[in-house]
């Protein structure tokens, strides 16, 4: 069973920076392309960015430049580090594969403001 736990959230005001953590079971994230999605009140859910098994990775347009996805083979964990964040990033962030499996995490809260 697969299962992916994020964490890292929280408030922080714009111009900050977080880690988000996802500690994936069941799956290897090294043999797969793994995502960061978010979701914003009222809106869908959106692909961030992600990384591929081999390593390549890819940022939507509104984030490249501000945040990094990365992982951690040895403790099967993918991050994604975020710079600069400003009211526009505020959602809930979510990973998953990429495209996403049925089911989602709890996903993680953050809030950008002052």
């Known amino acids: 069973q697969v299962q992916l736990v994020e964490s890292g959230g929280g408030l922080v005001q714009p111009g900050g920076s977080l880690r988000l953590s996802c500690v994936a079971s069941?799956?290897?994230?090294?043999?797969?392309?793994m995502g960061w999605y978010r979701q914003a009140p009222g809106k869908e859910r959106e692909l961030v960015a992600r990384?591929?098994?081999?390593?390549?990775?890819y940022y939507e347009d509104f984030v490249k430049g501000r945040f990094t996805i990365s992982r951690d083979i040895a403790k099967n964990t993918v991050y994604l580090q975020m710079n600069s964040l400003n009211a526009d990033d505020t959602a809930v962030y979510y990973c998953?594969?990429?495209?996403?499996?049925?089911?989602w995490g709890q996903g993680t809260q953050v809030t950008v403001s002052s």
């Open positions: 069941g799956i290897i994230v090294r043999d797969k392309t």
């Open positions: 998953s594969t990429w495209p996403p499996l049925a089911s």
């Open positions: 990384i591929m098994s081999v390593g390549i990775t």
